[in-house]
């Protein structure tokens, strides 16, 4: 097995599926690999299915969270690049950095979507907009 094959999120979740991957501490939240696997293999076919193609980038502006990890992995097996954004900035920075990286997708925690309008209002190129929240405004719920 080579070192690309150990980090490999499906190598984890073939190997012990059961296992946590994500502890949150202070939620005790666990996810385990197969969970991760799946969980991320659906955001990937998602992304593709609405025209996210690999070499593109994905804006993630998320709390600490399980979602993040998700989010994370579903853009590594798409072949996408990913950026994290700090979602103490204000509207005008997130908008900045999106921008910046020419990201297709943004992805938000519930309690961002507020400002991330405000983003999406300036950036018509972000063709996908996600909350891990229930699906309000222009976004759509990750679950």
């Given amino acids: 097995m080579s070192n690309s094959d150990v980090l490999h999120i499906g190598i984890h979740a073939e ?17 385990t690999y197969r969970e991760l696997n799946d969980r991320s293999k659906k955001l990937a076919l998602y992304l593709r299915a609405n025209g996210v193609k690999a ?37 005008e920075e997130v908008t900045y950095i999106v921008e910046d990286c020419d990201a ?6 519930e309690a961002e979507v507020p400002v991330a309008e405000q983003v999406v209002a300036k950036l018509p190129q972000l063709v996908v907009r996600l909350t891990n929240g229930p699906a309000t405004g222009s976004f759509k719920s990750l679950q």
């Fill in 15 to 31: 190997q012990r599926p059961d296992q946590p991957a994500i502890i949150m501490a202070a939620t005790s939240q666990v996810v």
């Fill in 104 to 109: 297709k997708v943004l992805v938000t925690s």
């Fill in 55 to 91: 070499g593109e980038h994905v804006a993630i502006q998320m709390r600490n969270n399980a979602d993040y990890f998700v989010a994370c992995w579903a853009a590594r097996r798409s072949g996408l690049y990913f950026t994290p954004v700090n979602w103490h900035l204000t509207p």
